[in-house]
């Protein structure tokens, strides 16, 4: 049987697309349900602003295909969905209102997804909207419990990745000397900055926020560049950690790095642009697999299946997964993030 895609090139035979609108408060939402054949559809919510309502349902399909895969390929028992609550204007903050609508539709679903922190929310904003709802993840835990923030989590396993990238695309045996263009300086790209920076890495940082991105250059003897141009900056690695759709035909051409490895989702703005990368011989890292520390860390805590023990001794398997994918693309000449699908694909029965 053909499969539709309603007019977005993005829908994947999504089990469900749901768009939410509660007038009392102002929320307008989309929850995307990628696939639940592993478990119950995890992914986190952002609140951002989109040109159009097309921009926004096509983020939550794409990063909620993204989730299925990341959760496969990190061997949690958790499908993929995702959240977009749309702002307003640019920069607006979400109020406590609309926080507790959202709590409602998605305690609606019934458990077939689970919310956790995104870009624009916080712990304290999961806290509002766990009052409402069962299906929530990534809340304040006690010392040592699996949960909380994940962003160091997702930070943690982003800089393993990008070691792991630059021995296989580099022959590095450390980070020292290493020239690393670091894309957003977040809560990710941030916290792989220090770490780098810890192991003697040449850092160029770049963000939107150039206030943040001057303030943690001067933190870490690192240099700043424009948005504009840090991925076309002669360095050996680029590390996005930004949003989505920044590795085009146009700046895959312009890269002078040998390596790609960061935590943004979605890097790859095409299929086609996978296959431009592997092409130019660049090592890429597939980002669902590097960045895979953030739902772990929420995702076991959800599941009760382990501590942070546990988090941290599966966060540490993230670069065998990449090894994996790398050796796999060697063996058949095909792009690594074409590899990660297939393997993605063969976890949740779609392969």
């Known amino acids: 049987m053909k499969t539709m895609d309603w007019g977005f090139p993005d829908f ?7 768009l939410f609108t509660d007038p009392a408060s102002g929320l307008h939402a989309i929850i995307a349900i990628h696939s639940t054949a592993l478990g119950p559809a995890a ?14 349902i096509t983020d939550a399909l794409r990063l909620s295909r993204g989730m299925s895969y990341k959760n496969a390929m990190a061997g949690l028992a958790l499908g993929g969905g995702k959240g977009v609550v749309l702002a307003d204007t640019p920069g607006a903050t979400i109020t406590e209102a609309q926080l507790k609508a959202f709590g409602r539709v998605v305690e609606s679903l019934g458990g077939r997804y689970v919310t956790a922190e995104d870009v624009g929310m916080s712990e304290a904003r ?16 006690a ?22 990238a630059a021995k296989r695309g580099l022959g590095a045996v450390d980070m020292k000397g290493v020239r690393v263009a670091v894309q957003g300086v977040g809560s990710v790209g941030g916290g792989l900055a220090r770490l780098l920076a810890k192991d ?38 680029v590390s996005p950690n930004a949003l989505g759709a920044i590795l085009t035909e146009t700046s895959i051409a312009a890269l002078k790095a040998k390596v790609v490895a960061g935590g943004a989702n979605n890097q790859l703005a095409t299929r086609e642009d996978g296959r431009r990368i592997h092409e130019r011989g660049i090592v890429y890292a597939p980002d669902y697999v590097i960045n895979a520390g953030g739902i772990i860390n929420v995702g076991l805590e959800y599941l009760g299946a382990g501590d942070e023990a546990e988090v941290r001794a599966r966060i540490a398997r993230i670069p065998e997964r990449l090894d994996q994918v790398w050796d796999e693309s060697d063996a058949t000449g095909d792009p690594s993030s074409e590899v990660a699908d297939r393997i993605a694909q063969r976890l949740i029965g779609r392969g």
């Not at 994947?12 to 749901?18: F, K, L, N, S, Y």
């Not at 992914?43 to 926004?56: I, K, L, Q």
């Not at 770049?206 to 943690?216: H, I, K, P, W």
């Open 12 to 18: 994947d035979a999504h089990e469900g697309v749901h």
């Open 43 to 56: 992914g986190g919510v952002r609140f951002w602003h989109y040109a159009n309502t097309d921009g926004a």
């Open 126 to 141: 999961m806290k509002v909207i766990a009052g409402e709802t069962r299906y929530v993840s990534g809340l304040p835990v």
């Open 143 to 164: 010392s040592g419990a699996a949960g909380g923030d994940p962003g160091p989590y997702t930070a943690m396993g982003v800089y393993l990745g990008v070691k792991a």
């Open 200 to 237: 003697g890495a040449v850092l160029t940082l770049a963000d939107v926020d150039t206030a943040r991105a001057e303030a943690l250059a001067a933190e870490l003897g690192a240099s700043v560049a424009a948005t504009a141009d840090i991925l076309s900056l002669d360095v050996d690695l």
